[in-house]
């Protein structure tokens, strides 16, 4: 028999790190992690799309002479940041991805239609900064009549230095973002109380079974926030540890969250948590410390080749450059994450990679932060993301099969029928699990 040899293929949106003897037998199940990345809406429809592709392609999963239904809830770990948070607890709390369609697409009959007001409410905080700013105004000019000195140059400050400070202080009157994340905070409370499932990572794990971890970023220390049952900041609530982790600077205010570890040496009072794609673009490392062997990772913002029939990307003017230039940067750090699982010794795990194709025009010309173009996206994350699987079905089965989980056979690419879905909801496999 052929020695084992590690293996790096990527086809198409699908890579596959394979670290792990296939032909080695397992004393006990494989621990399977999810770990979905952001997105923002476009994003993260884009993923509960691929989700339900996936999830009709995994099969059974089997130990011994045991074998069982498997599907996306199935898994043992979930990993979230920014918008794959949201999607990370929904799926850890057994909603398949069938029922993620149906609230995208208001037709849910057991949960709220995740609506516009939920994504954006606007950030109530203008008036409430003019005071700080009154505050910061009167210490400058006190400091001058008082004849207070620059500890720089030892001198009195001058009239014009006072004007220039009063000046440059009028930036704290701005809102510290458009909207307010706690909108996005009490729609999942709401819909954690409809299942039943407690709002505290320690009480979902006693319900679920299954490992829920979400990270953010502490703007105010620039290091990553993890949350979960295990964790030291685990006594944050779920919703509110999904609305810090979605809170992209800029279109949301940050979360000011009471820091659960208050009473401990250097640590604050409270934590300005921000989107947890700051510090990472995804966090297989988390999953893989938690102890998976198998982990599927989901990241929807790769690059795209525009070098397409002589066509630049410059042509295409300043929206189609920043998007670009954000998923460069998105996809870079992902890139570079992949060399490291490849090549680090630590990392003892399978690692599939699920992303856009570097063709994907389709899904690259929708804003991230468009709200409107949800259905659109996740329709077409199910058609491309079904497309990929299928091409990479030998490649994805030796991997699954490693791990005792069974895929379905690859079959003919099909569009899929919201109507159908609507009309009728255990038309799903999650449903007939």
């Keep these: 028999m052929a020695a084992f040899a590690r293996r790096f293929v990527h086809h198409r949106g699908i890579t596959v790190i394979q670290k792990l003897d296939p032909s080695v037998t397992r004393l006990r199940p494989s621990k399977v992690g999810l770990v979905l990345a952001g997105g923002a809406v476009s994003g993260g429809a884009f993923k509960a799309g691929g989700l339900r592709a996936l999830d009709e392609v995994l099969a059974a999963r089997r130990f011994s002479s045991i074998t069982r239904p498997f599907g996306l809830t199935h898994f043992d770990v979930f990993v979230g940041l920014s918008a794959g948070s949201v999607l990370a607890s929904v799926l850890s709390a057994g909603i398949d991805p069938d029922e993620v369609f149906r609230i995208l697409a208001g037709t849910s009959e057991r949960y709220e239609a995740f609506r516009a007001a939920h994504f954006m409410r606007p950030n109530p905080e203008l008036l409430g900064r003019w005071g700080p700013l009154f505050d910061r105004q009167q210490e400058i000019f006190t400091n001058w009549l008082s004849g207070a000195t620059d500890s720089r140059t030892a001198s009195r400050f001058s009239l014009g230095d006072t004007a220039k400070k009063m000046l440059s202080s009028l930036g704290r009157v701005l809102p510290t973002g458009l909207f307010d994340p706690h909108a996005l905070a009490d729609y999942l409370r709401r819909q954690m109380a409809r299942t039943g499932l407690p709002d505290d990572f320690a009480g979902a794990f006693a319900k679920t079974g299954k ?119 998105i996809g870079a750090r992902l890139d570079l994450a992949k060399e490291l699982v490849f090549h680090d010794e630590n990392i003892q795990a399978d690692v599939i990679f699920i992303e856009p194709a570097e063709d994907d025009f389709v899904f690259f010309n929708m804003s991230p932060l468009n709200f409107w173009t949800k259905h659109r996206a996740a329709q077409h994350g199910y058609d491309s993301v079904r497309r990929g699987l299928n091409n990479a079905h030998d490649l994805l089965s030796g991997v699954f099969n490693a791990h005792g989980i069974d895929l379905r056979q690859a079959q003919p690419h099909r569009t899929l029928d919201e109507t159908k879905l609507q009309n009728n909801p255990r038309e799903s496999r999650g449903h007939e699990r």
């Excluded at 919703?239 to 659960?260: E, F, H």
């Excluded at 673009?281 to 893989?288: E, G, I």
């Excluded at 990772?297 to 066509?311: L, S």
């Excluded at 410059?314 to 940067?329: F, K, N, W």
Aim: glycine content about 8%; charged content about 20%; some cysteine.
């Design 211 to 329: 490992e829920l971890y979400l990270t953010a970023t502490d703007l105010s220390r620039g290091e990553l926030v993890v949350f979960g049952h295990d964790e030291p900041y685990g006594k944050v609530p779920i919703s509110i540890a999904i609305a810090a982790s979605c809170a992209l600077p800029g279109w949301y205010r940050p979360m000011v969250v009471d820091n659960p570890l208050a009473n401990q040496p250097g640590q604050p009072q409270v934590l300005d948590l921000v989107d947890g794609g700051l510090m990472r673009t995804a966090n297989v490392r988390v999953a893989v410390e938690k102890g998976c062997e198998l982990v599927v990772c989901y990241n929807p913002f790769t690059r795209i080749r525009y070098d397409r029939a002589g066509r630049n990307l410059y042509d295409a003017g300043l929206p189609s450059i920043v998007s670009q230039s954000v998923r460069t940067m």
